[in-house]
C-alpha cells in the first residue's frame, strides 16, 4: 500500500467536564506528508494522545477536519471508524496491551481475525511479521515468557500485520530502559525507510525523537514548533 | 472470523474459582433436570395404565401404592362378601390376594448394576381377576412350586430372566426360582413385572400379609356399588377403581414433577445470576483487552459475542458434565427409591434425546441470559477511557 497523506484542518477538541469545557486542542492545522516519521513531543496535558487518536480514528473532533488519505474521519459514524482502523492504522502503545492467554502468534494475528483470509494466509502473514520484529522463535510464548521489550515487539507485530498506511505509536518506549528502547526506536525507523509506513509517535524522550524526520511541539493545544531533522539517526538492521 | 477457542478456554481457567463455582451452580441445575426429566418419562413408560373399568385395587387405607400397603388375612375376610364380584367358571370368585416385593437382578445393558424388579404373588385365580395377562412363551407356574414368570418389559430390560434361568427371590439365598414362562398384559405396568405363587413367595420373604386385593366385577354397572362397600364400615381398607389407582399414581408425578419444575426455574434463576457474575468479573478484569481489540478494529458485537460464546461455553461444559453425573448415579437413585412408593414399577430413568436437548436447551439459555449484561458492559466499554494507564 502507498504511503498516504495526513491532514488536520482547524481541528478543536473539547472535553466537557461536569460543567467545565477544557479546550484541548483549539484549531489545530496540521499536514504530514506519505512516508513521513513524525514525532510530537510536549508537556502533559499539551493534548498529544489527543491528537493521535483523531488522526488513529479512535476519538472524533468536535469541530474541523481529519483526513487520512481518502477518508474523511470527521464525517465517519462510530461503526465506520472502527471498520476503517483495522485497515488502515496500526496502534503501538506505552502498554503493549497483549492479550495474556494468547500466544506471541495468536496475538499478532487478531487483526486478521477480521479479514477474509485463510488461515494460511493469515501464518504467512503473521510470521513475516513476527520476523521483522525478530522474534520469529518466540512465535508460541506467552506474554508473561517475554520481557517488555519482546511484548513490544510483538505489538509492533500486531500494529504492522495488516499492512496498515500509518502506524500511531504513543509512548512506546515509555517503560522501557535506554537500550531496549533503542532497539524499539531502530525497529520503528526501519518500518518507515523500508516499509513506507507513515508514523506519528509521541514521547517524551529527546533522543526518541532523533529518530524521526520531523519534529512537532504540541503545547496547550497548539503547534508551537516544527524543525525538520535532516539527519535523523540512520535505522540500524536489527 | 471468531476468536480461537484457546482463547475462550484460557480465559475460562484464567478466573478458576468463579468460572468453577459457576460450572458447579449449572451442573447441579442439569443434574437435578435430567433426573427429574428422566424420572418422569420412566413413570410415563411404566404407567401404561392398566384401566379395567371392572377392576379394582385395594390397599391399606392410607397407602398410595401397592409396595406400601399391608393387608392382613383377615381383612381380607369382608371383601368376600362385595357385591358384584364376578366368578369363573369354576364358579371361584374373582377375587386375587397378592403380594408386591422386589428383588435386585442385573440389567442387560450393564451386569454389574443390578435395580430393583418389582416381583408380584399371586394365586391361580390372578389370572382370572387380570385377563390381559397371557402366556406368550413357555408355561405357568405351578403353585407351590419354586417357579416364576417374567413379563415381556422385565425380560428385555434386564438379565438373567429367560425360560430356564433361576433368580433368586427372597431373603434365604438358596431360594432360586425356575423362570418357565414369559407373559404379556397390552403393555401395561405388570409387563415390568415377575410373576410367582404367592405362596412361595411370601415364604420366601417371610411375608405374613398381602399388599393388595384386586377384586374383578361382572360389570362396570356394579363399580358404585362396590366400591361403596369396600369402602363403607365393614371394610377397613380402601379401594379404587384400577384406572384411579393409576391415575393417583401418576398424579403424584406430575406433582413432583411440577414442584420440582418450579425449584429448577428458581434454581435457573439463580445460575443465570451466577453466570452474570463471573462474566461481570471477567468483562471488568478485561477492560484493557476489550479497549484494546475495540481499537484494533473489533466490533462491539465482537465484543458481545466474546463474552457471549465465553459464558455459554462454560454453561455448555456444565451441562456435559451434569449429564454425565445423571446418567452414572441414574441407577443408584432408582435402587434409593426402589424401597420407596415409587418403584412398585420396573421403570428406569430413561434418557432421551429430548432431555439431553432440554438440558443443552436450559443451560445454553442460562449462559446466554446470563450473560447479556456482562456483555452489554463490555461493548459499551469507553476505548480511551479503559486504555489510559490505571
Ligand atoms: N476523556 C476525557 N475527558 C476529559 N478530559 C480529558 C479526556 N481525555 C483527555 N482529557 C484532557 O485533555 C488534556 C490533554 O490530554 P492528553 O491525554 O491528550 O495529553 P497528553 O499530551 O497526551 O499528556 P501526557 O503526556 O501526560 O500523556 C488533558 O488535560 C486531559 O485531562
Ligand atoms: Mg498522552
Redesign the pocket.
Known amino acids: 500500500m502507498s504511503a498516504v497523506d495526513i491532514d488536520l484542518r482547524l481541528v478543536r477538541k473539547v472535553?466537557h467536564?461536569g460543567r467545565m469545557n477544557?479546550t484541548?486542542l483549539d484549531g489545530l492545522d496540521l499536514s504530514i506528508e506519505g512516508g513521513d516519521f513524525a514525532v510530537i513531543m510536549?508537556?502533559?496535558?499539551?493534548?498529544?494522545?489527543?491528537?493521535l487518536h483523531l488522526v488513529g480514528g479512535l476519538d472524533s473532533p468536535t469541530s474541523g477536519s481529519v483526513r487520512v488519505g481518502d477518508a474523511h474521519l470527521e464525517r465517519m459514524s462510530e461503526r465506520e471508524l472502527t471498520a476503517w482502523r483495522s485497515r488502515h492504522v496500526g496502534f503501538i502503545f506505552q502498554m503493549y496491551h497483549l492479550v495474556p492467554v494468547l500466544t506471541a502468534a495468536q496475538n499478532v494475528e487478531l487483526p486478521l481475525l477480521l479479514f477474509r483470509m485463510s488461515s494460511a494466509e493469515r501464518r504467512k502473514r503473521v510470521e513475516t511479521a513476527l520476523e521483522i520484529v525478530g522474534l520469529k522463535d518466540r512465535m508460541d510464548h506467552r506474554p508473561n515468557q517475554l520481557s517488555g521489550g519482546q511484548e513490544q515487539r510483538v505489538a509492533i507485530a500486531r500494529a504492522i500485520v495488516t499492512d496498515p498506511d500509518v502506524i500511531v505509536a504513543?509512548?512506546p518506549t515509555g517503560d522501557l530502559d535506554a537500550k531496549t528502547s533503542t532497539e524499539i526506536l531502530q525497529l520503528l525507523s526501519l518500518l518507515n525507510s523500508e516499509f513506507r509506513k507513515s508514523i506519528i509517535m509521541?514521547t517524551?524522550d529527546p533522543r526518541a525523537a532523533g529518530f524521526g524526520k520531523r519534529l512537532l511541539h504540541?503545547d496547550k493545544g497548539v503547534l508551537e514548533r516544527d524543525e525538520r531533522h535532516t539527519h535523523p539517526v540512520q535505522p540500524v538492521a536489527v | 472470523m471468531p476468536l480461537p477457542l484457546s482463547y475462550t478456554w484460557r480465559n475460562l481457567l484464567a478466573r478458576r474459582l468463579s468460572s468453577g463455582l459457576t460450572f458447579l451452580v449449572v451442573a447441579v441445575v442439569v443434574f437435578v433436570l435430567s433426573v427429574l426429566l428422566s424420572f418422569a418419562a420412566g413413570m410415563q413408560a411404566s404407567l401404561k395404565a392398566a384401566n379395567s373399568p371392572v377392576n379394582i385395587v385395594v390397599l391399606k387405607a392410607g397407602a398410595s401404592a401397592e409396595s406400601t400397603s399391608i393387608i392382613w388375612d383377615d381383612e381380607v375376610t369382608p371383601l368376600a362378601q362385595t357385591p358384584g364380584v364376578a366368578t369363573n367358571e369354576s364358579g371361584g370368585q374373582l377375587l386375587s390376594r397378592e403380594l408386591s416385593v422386589q428383588a435386585p437382578v442385573p440389567r442387560r445393558t450393564d451386569l454389574s448394576r443390578k435395580a430393583n424388579v418389582p416381583v408380584r404373588g399371586v394365586d391361580d385365580i390372578a389370572f382370572g381377576v387380570h385377563p390381559e395377562v397371557r402366556i406368550t412363551e413357555g408355561r405357568s407356574f405351578v403353585q407351590g412350586q419354586m417357579e416364576a414368570i417374567v413379563g415381556r418389559a422385565a425380560r428385555g430390560r434386564f438379565a438373567n430372566l429367560e425360560i430356564g434361568d433361576q433368580i433368586a427371590l427372597g431373603r434365604q439365598v438358596n431360594r432360586l426360582f425356575r423362570i418357565v414362562g414369559v407373559f404379556e398384559a397390552n403393555g401395561s405396568a405388570l409387563e415390568s413385572e415377575i410373576w410367582a405363587p404367592r405362596t412361595v413367595l411370601t415364604d420366601s420373604y417371610r411375608r405374613t400379609f398381602a399388599s393388595s386385593v384386586h377384586l374383578r366385577l361382572s360389570a362396570p354397572s356394579a363399580m358404585p356399588a362396590a366400591l361403596d362397600y369396600v369402602n363403607g364400615p365393614s371394610v377397613q381398607l380402601r379401594g379404587k377403581r384400577e384406572g384411579e389407582y393409576y391415575e393417583d399414581l401418576n398424579k403424584k408425578t406430575r406433582e413432583i414433577v411440577y414442584l420440582a419444575s418450579i425449584l429448577i426455574g428458581i434454581m435457573s434463576v439463580g445460575a443465570a445470576f451466577a453466570v452474570a457474575n463471573t462474566m461481570y468479573a471477567a468483562v471488568d478484569a478485561r477492560r484493557r483487552e476489550i479497549a484494546m481489540l475495540r481499537t484494533i478494529g473489533f466490533a462491539r458485537r465482537s465484543v458481545i459475542s466474546i463474552f457471549m460464546i465465553e459464558s455459554v461455553l462454560l454453561t455448555a461444559i456444565a451441562c456435559a458434565a451434569g449429564l454425565t453425573c445423571a446418567a452414572y448415579l441414574g441407577g443408584m437413585k432408582q435402587d434409593y427409591l426402589s424401597d420407596k412408593t415409587w418403584t412398585v414399577f420396573a421403570f428406569e430413568l430413561k434418557m432421551t434425546p429430548q432431555i439431553l436437548a432440554i438440558c443443552f436447551a436450559v443451560a445454553t439459555t442460562v449462559g446466554v441470559i446470563g450473560a447479556v449484561a456482562p456483555a452489554g458492559r463490555a461493548a459499551r466499554t469507553r476505548i480511551?477511557?479503559a486504555l489510559r494507564k490505571a
Open positions: 472535553y467536564k477544557i484541548v510536549g508537556p502533559s496535558g499539551s493534548g498529544k494522545s489527543t491528537l504513543d509512548e509521541v517524551h504540541l | 480511551l477511557d
